[in-house]
Nanobody, 123 residues
Framework: VQLQASGGGLVQAGGSLTLSCASS????????MAWFRQAPGKEREFVAA????????LYADSVKGRFTISRKYGDHRVYLKMNSLKPEDTAVYFC?????????????????WGQGTQVTVSS
């Protein structure tokens, strides 16, 4: 499974961006998918995850109320709508496809990773 993330860019604080992630195989439609991010000098951290059918969604506390993860049932793509962006959201964002259909916040639950897309939020 190959994952291709896109949609990153430079935005001012308070602005919005939408990231998308496409999988190379339709079988990922049965997998949970997630977004993680890694800021310079920091460890990779969980952002959001969605189960295979969109029925279960998890968010990191730092993005609750501002970010929305979504996917269509049976679709092999996942989106991350980011509103009210802050400078501390600056990071490389990675999408991941899970080992199972259940959404989880742990990176060990994901077998496949995309190459990342840079999000930079200026103050």
């Amino acid at each position: 499974v190959q994952l291709q993330a896109s949609g990153g860019g430079l935005v001012q604080a308070g602005g919005s961006l939408t990231l998308s992630c496409a999988s190379s195989r339709r079988t990922s439609s049965n997998s949970a998918m997630a977004w993680f991010r890694q800021a310079p000098g920091k460890e990779r951290e969980f952002v959001a995850a969605v189960s295979w059918n969109g029925g279960n969604i998890l968010y990191a506390d730092s993005v609750k109320g501002r970010f929305t993860i979504s996917r269509k049932y049976g679709d092999h793509r996942v989106y991350l709508k980011m509103n009210s962006l802050k400078p501390e959201d600056t990071a490389v964002y990675f999408c991941a496809a899970g080992r199972s259909s259940i959404a989880t916040s742990g990176s060990q639950g994901y077998s496949y990773w995309g190459q990342g897309t840079q999000v930079t939020v200026s103050s």
